[in-house]
């Protein structure tokens, strides 16, 4: 294995570009040794920020790129005409091989355009999709998909629920993890038509441990590890937790702040409701990787903080050292013998 795991950061993509993302990119280099981050983007402003800041200088290298893809450009268009933009630089440097990981906060769309046109699909995988953690009372799960494919079919998501058990294996140690079908209730004739004809294709797949349906209520319980729906369905539930995760924070604090009893008993529990709230925060996750491209395709939230770029960042490196695309071509293979 080379010295580091490279990873191309788009730094000109996002709302708090370059500022946060040059930040969690020296974040991410001072937490660990193995990596090397190639920051895309215009040099001037790039190096502005790095000059900030105290790092090994060996671990960071800034690509030049003259143009931006701003949020509501038409991802197509965007990716053929505007060729030496950050996001695309850093996209082929993974098609060169130059990088193994790419992360952005930029564009979704033109993410996932290029994550398919430039670095390409693995031989066999149909649709890739995106997949994020989300906390769970026991840990995470793994929730798959949450944003690319709206329009799946019934093979898609098997093959969602197969490299969504090889990630949560190999990057996050789930032994076995169960795999579960969104679905309005528990019952295997409930649901609509997709969920419907996938239910028995999953329950018949011999390396996937498939424990049935899952209804929304029981995913924060953490009943299953793999969640898997079309990425309408897991776009919605995606939001709706980062939705009531920011409201009942919010509340919380407002709570402890109503009376002198109340301030006086915040600070006492302050320091294990500061940890245990830590817990449902999506940027401790870093981004939602593209499973089932020839390279590792990360998208943060466009409105990512160091935290979250750090974490993406690193993320890469269990992912390129365990080797996923690799297991999933192996996972995918398998099902077309």
Do not use: W
Not at 37 to 65: C, W
Not at 127 to 137: G, Q
Not at 196 to 223: Q, V, W
Not at 238 to 265: A, D, Q
Request: hydrophobic share 40%.
């Amino acid at each position: 294995m080379a010295e580091f795991v490279n990873v191309a950061v788009d730094g000109m993509g996002g709302d708090n570009a370059p500022l946060e993302i040059v930040k969690g990119a020296v974040e991410a280099v001072n937490e660990s040794s193995h990596v090397k981050v190639f920051i895309t983007g215009q040099p001037d402003q790039i190096n502005s920020e790095l000059a900030k800041y105290t790092y090994n200088k060996e671990q960071v290298e800034v690509v030049p790129a003259s143009e931006v893809i701003d949020m509501a450009e038409p991802p197509v268009m965007a990716i053929r005409t505007k060729k030496d933009s950050s996001l695309v630089k850093a996209l082929n440097l993974v098609k060169a091989g130059t990088c193994d990981a790419y992360v952005s906060a930029g564009s979704t769309g033109a993410t996932l355009v290029g994550g398919q046109v430039i670095v390409g699909r693995i031989k066999g995988v149909e649709r890739p999709p995106l997949a994020p953690l989300i906390p769970t009372a026991d840990g995470c799960a793994l929730l798959i998909d949450c944003g690319a494919n709206v329009d799946a079919r019934p093979s898609h998501l098997v093959q969602f629920a197969k490299m969504g058990s090889v990630y949560m294996e190999s990057v996050m140690g789930v032994k076995s993890p169960r795999v579960a079908i969104v679905n309005i209730g528990a019952e295997e004739e409930k649901g609509n038509a997709l969920v419907k004809e996938t239910f028995p294709l999953l329950k018949n797949c011999p390396d996937i441990h498939f424990i049935g349906s899952i209804e929304a209520r029981d995913i924060p319980e953490g009943k299953a590890d793999v969640i898997v729906c079309e990425a309408f369905v897991g776009n919605v539930i995606l939001k709706m937790y980062e939705g009531v995760g920011g409201v009942l924070i919010k509340k919380v604090k407002e709570g402890m702040m109503t009376s002198l009893r109340s301030k006086i008993g915040a600070l006492l529990v302050k320091p294990a409701l500061k940890q245990t709230l830590k817990a449902f925060d999506l940027e401790q996750y870093g981004g939602a990787p593209m499973l089932g491209l020839k390279g590792l395709v990360v998208k943060t939230h466009g409105s990512s903080r160091s935290v979250e770029i750090k974490n993406s960042i690193l993320q890469c490196i269990t992912f390129t050292e365990q080797n996923i695309n690799q297991k999933i071509k192996e996972k995918i293979t398998m099902e077309e013998n």
